[in-house]
């Protein structure tokens, strides 16, 4: 695409626009997603006019600009979540029901954690995740597992781009990987809220790394919380068995 004056491409600004919204500012005026997108208001109000038509964004009547229905259409039609998120929904539904707690299925992407899908529960406890949100690595119970079973290189990489944070959080982080991997599946109390504990366990593929995990948020101290473990790990597993017959030509 062609480049602009001050040399990103369209496609540089598309996702800068894109990547404005999250949970927090779901929302947002033309000037505030101009300035966070790092584009000339001028550009961005004629850049709108565009988005709007493909319905790539919408416009309310108060003027605030928020994102399209078409994005959630094209997201839908990832071959990769669908699977996935089309295998796990039963093992999903028979834990939201068994420990009646928030359910979350989870993917690493962008040395993030992608929230897939998520099953609620009236009663349940505090939790922060959300569809389509985003979560950090190093403080949340999803992101130590998907870590914990990914690729070794992965994790290597992972680690040069994230050191200092993951020195300061997890200083004996070997240990704790080494720990995740023989329990099969990862636990920690408190850190996106002191009132609850998470527990996430991997979906493997047929060569033992992960694909995705399984977790549920518990309230700390509770002792649902190893019943909750192993429940995570008997779904994951079965969901590893049900997605590696489906990928089975």
Same mark, same amino acid.
């Given at each position: 695409?062609?480049?602009?004056p %001050?040399?990103? *491409?369209? $496609?540089? =600004?598309?996702?800068?626009? !894109? /990547?404005s ?15 966070r997108?790092e584009?000339?208001?001028a550009? @961005? +109000? =004629?850049?709108?006019?565009e988005?709007v038509?493909? /319905? !790539?964004?919408a416009?309310?009547?108060d ?5 399209g $229905?078409r ?5 839908? =039609?990832s ?12 093992f ?6 068994l420990?009646?707690q928030?359910?979350?299925?989870s993917m690493?992407h962008?040395? &993030?954690?992608?929230?897939?899908e998520r099953l609620s ?15 950090p690595?190093?403080s949340? *119970?999803m992101? @130590?597992? $998907?870590l914990a079973? %990914?690729?070794? &290189?992965?994790?290597? &990489?992972?680690?040069?781009?994230h050191r200092?944070?993951m020195?300061s959080t997890h200083?004996?982080?070997?240990a704790?990987?080494a &720990?995740i991997?023989?329990?099969? +599946?990862?636990?920690?109390?408190g ?5 609850t ?7 493997l ?6 694909v995705?995990?399984l ?7 509770s002792? *649902? ?11 994951a =597993? ?6 590696? !017959?489906?990928n089975?030509p």
């Open positions: 695409m062609a480049n602009s %001050s040399g990103d *491409s369209m $496609l540089d =600004r598309l996702v800068r626009i !894109l /990547d919204f999250d949970s927090e500012n779901q929302s947002l005026s033309v000037i505030a997603l101009a300035r997108a584009i000339p208001k550009t @961005m +109000y =004629r850049l709108l006019d988005l038509g493909h /319905d !790539l964004l416009r309310d009547k003027g605030q600009v928020r994102l $229905l994005l959630w259409e094209l997201a839908n =039609r071959t990769t979540t669908q699977d996935l998120r089309k295998t796990a929904l039963p999903m539904e028979d834990i939201n029901q420990l009646g928030n359910t979350q299925l690493l962008q040395d &993030e954690v992608l929230i897939i529960r009236p009663g349940s406890v505090v939790n922060q995740a959300s569809v389509a949100g985003r979560m690595v190093h949340t *119970s992101g @130590m597992a $998907l079973f %990914s690729r070794p &290189e992965v994790i290597r &990489e992972f680690l040069d781009r200092e944070i020195n200083p004996n982080f070997r704790e990987m &720990e991997r023989r329990n099969g +599946y990862a636990s920690f109390d850190f996106i809220d002191p009132e504990t998470g527990a996430a366990a991997p979906i593929d047929n060569s033992g790394y992960q995705a995990v977790s549920v948020v518990v309230p700390r101290d002792t *649902s919380l190893q019943p909750a473990a192993m429940a995570l790990r008997t779904a =597993r079965g969901i590893s068995r049900a997605l590696l !017959l489906t089975t």
